[in-house]
């Protein structure tokens, strides 16, 4: 059996996943679904002792809270608290203009999937600086198509962020990415729909610096990549791997083997 407890600020999808494995037919109580408060609904499911195994998502601080519980009843816990995955962009990316390339432009552009609240989305961009004029255009002129508006509207590809305190969030640290000295490429600022104008929409946004700003290091959780450029393959490496989180990572490459050689890396 399972006991899903979603993030408060979005348990629609899971009450409604819970409604279609019902009608599915999934025998009662094999999944169950507890909408509530983390501090509370949260709490007194990581302490009970009738959980035999906890997987977590969420922010580190809570992540240690929950293993703290965990660890009164003895039960084996499965964190996942965050990333800044770099997706790596090499020159061979750029060696024709097909199918493969208008891909690696969407990949560059995941970023904002689900207005980039998603750990695994490629928040850090490290492109060959042999290509960077060439693929930076494309994918800017990219960024700029995303339509931004009502998430019930199928047309709408990105929509508000999840709470007051999430807007808040991202756009102070769209502050922070300024003060440091990155440049903004695109966006960087508070989104305006007209049938929301209250909405906590944030523009997608891209800035160009260096790995030790905190925007490079820091999970912003909103629809914020930030870009940087690489010589060769070493500092490639070198900066993919310099962050505390170590969730996921993207290699973008014609050439199979400098794939292969980069995960395993």
Not at 23 to 34: D, R, S
Not at 156 to 181: H, N, P, R, V, W
Request: charged letters at 20%; glycine letters at 10%.
């Amino acid at each position: 059996a399972c006991v899903l407890k979603p993030a408060e600020e979005a348990c629609l999808t899971a009450l409604a996943f819970a409604d279609l494995a019902h009608q599915a037919g999934l025998p009662p109580g094999a999944l169950n679904v507890v909408p509530g408060l983390g501090a509370e609904a949260g709490a007194a499911l990581t302490a009970h002792p009738g959980i035999h195994h906890i997987s977590f998502t969420g922010s580190v601080a809570t992540g240690r809270r929950v293993q703290a519980a965990a660890a009164e009843n003895v039960v084996p816990v499965t964190l996942e608290l965050g990333g800044k995955s770099p997706n790596l962009f090499f020159p061979s990316v750029m060696a024709q203009d097909d199918e493969f390339l208008d891909k690696a432009i969407e990949g560059f552009v995941m970023f904002a999937l689900n207005q980039g609240e998603v750990c695994t989305c490629p928040s850090r961009a490290l492109i060959h600086e042999s290509i960077y004029d060439d693929f930076m255009e494309r994918a800017l002129k990219r960024v700029a198509a995303i339509k931004q508006g009502d998430p019930l509207d199928p047309s709408t590809m990105i929509g508000a962020q999840a709470s007051s305190d999430q807007f808040e969030k991202i756009m102070s640290y769209l502050k922070i990415g300024k003060e440091e000295g990155a440049e903004v490429l695109i966006g960087g600022d508070a989104g305006s729909v007209e049938e929301y104008p209250n909405g906590y929409y944030v523009q997608p946004t891209v800035f160009r610096g260096h790995n030790k700003m905190r925007v490079f290091q820091e999970e912003i959780f909103g629809p914020v990549v930030s870009v940087t450029t690489f010589a060769d393959d070493d500092e490639a490496m070198a900066i993919a791997n310099d962050t505390i989180y170590g969730l996921g990572s993207g290699v973008w490459t014609r050439d199979i083997h400098q794939g292969k050689r980069f995960i395993s890396g």
